[in-house]
């Protein structure tokens, strides 16, 4: 079955820091990854994904992710954290190799301080 | 398009009152997810939904709460009878595909 850990409830940046957030996934079946951002009180929305095509994938607002196999990873990154993205963050893998379920990680919440 | 539609947006109600949730999926989608999100749970998946049919409804917490999708553009989540415990946001989203797009969300409270 498939899995989803994220390492960290929380983090707190700096404005103008790397900002890191790690994913790691289970899967028995190639996954389709994906990154969704809350801002507060209201929806998922999403962020980023990927479907087997390139590795590193680029989302909106300059966050970008990569999948590595070998680390079953897919961590998110951004050079340069702003104010605004401050956020909780969830990490979900496609349950199987069909459309249907996903899998979502506890989510990290992001802080960034001035 | 206009997303995923919720409605209410909030709800307060007392306790041993019946809810009804209801949700718009986005024209063309074949699945429909509910979901509950609190503190300390975080974010739970309920029940979906493939072709108005239900597929996996292990989230269901209790027989008080019943979700039912009578055609492609309408689902409703029901809890009766309510209680404080049931307080959270609760979230419908659809998909065609692996991408699922998220509604607003309502807000229960249950004194």
């Known amino acids: ?114 | 398009d206009a997303g995923v539609i919720q409605s209410p947006r909030h709800e307060v109600t007392e306790m041993g009152q019946e809810v009804t949730l209801r949700c718009k999926p986005i024209s063309g989608h074949d699945y429909l997810f509910w979901y509950r999100q609190t503190m300390m749970r975080g974010l739970e998946l309920l029940i979906y939904f493939n072709n108005n049919v239900p597929i996996d409804d292990s989230g269901m917490p209790e027989d008080r709460f019943s979700a039912k999708m009578p055609n492609a553009s309408f689902s409703t989540l029901k809890i009766q009878p309510s209680e404080p415990r049931d307080s959270a946001v609760y979230f419908c989203a659809s998909s065609y595909g692996h991408e699922q797009f998220f509604g607003p969300g309502t807000r229960l409270t249950v004194l």
């Not at chain 1, 957030?21 to 990927?50: A, D, E």
């Open chain 1, 1 to 114: 079955a498939q899995s989803v850990t994220q390492l960290g409830s929380h983090v707190s940046v700096s404005e103008g820091a790397l900002v890191l957030l790690r994913c790691n996934y289970s899967s028995s079946v190639p996954p389709y990854l994906f990154w969704y951002v809350q801002y507060p009180n209201q929806g998922l929305q999403l962020l980023l994904k990927y479907t087997s095509a390139a590795t590193l994938v680029k989302g909106i607002n300059g966050f970008e992710a990569e999948f590595k196999k070998s680390e079953t990873s897919f961590h998110l990154t951004k050079p340069s954290a702003h104010m605004s993205d401050a956020a909780e963050y969830f990490c979900a893998v496609s349950q199987g190799g069909s459309q249907g379920n996903l899998i979502f990680g506890k989510g990290t919440k992001l802080s960034v301080k001035p």
